[in-house]
Nanobody
């Protein structure tokens, strides 16, 4: 599976932004996918995860009221909708996927086998 994240940019606090992750590979429809982010000087952290069929999701507690993860398996795409953005949301956002052998949602970075290159989101105050 190869992943390509896009949609980042410079926005103002309070704005919304949607990120996209394009996946290649026939098995993607069966893989758990997730979004992580890394702010400057900080460790990469979990944002959200979604099951292969899109029916189950999990979020970082601090983000679940503002962020929504979704996927369209007909297009091999995973999305992250971010509302009411704050300056502290500034980070590089990465999409990731587990291997097809694992169907459990997880927030653990080391349980994701495939990673996209990241897309920068900058929120100005």
């Amino acid at each position: 599976v190869q992943l390509q994240a896009s949609g980042g940019g410079l926005v103002q606090a309070g704005d919304s932004l949607s990120l996209s992750c394009a996946a290649s590979g026939r098995t993607f429809v069966n893989t758990v996918a997730g979004w992580f982010r890394r702010a400057s000087g900080k460790e990469r952290e979990f944002v959200a995860g979604i099951s292969g069929d899109g029916r189950r999701t999990v979020y970082a507690d601090s983000l679940k009221d503002r962020f929504t993860i979704s996927r369209d398996n007909t297009k091999n795409m995973v999305y992250l909708r971010m509302n009411s953005l704050k300056p502290e949301d500034t980070a590089i956002y990465y999409c990731a996927a587990r291997t097809v052998f694992f169907s459990a949602l997880t927030a653990k970075e080391n349980e994701y086998a495939y990673w996209g290159q990241g897309t920068q989101v900058t929120v100005s105050s």
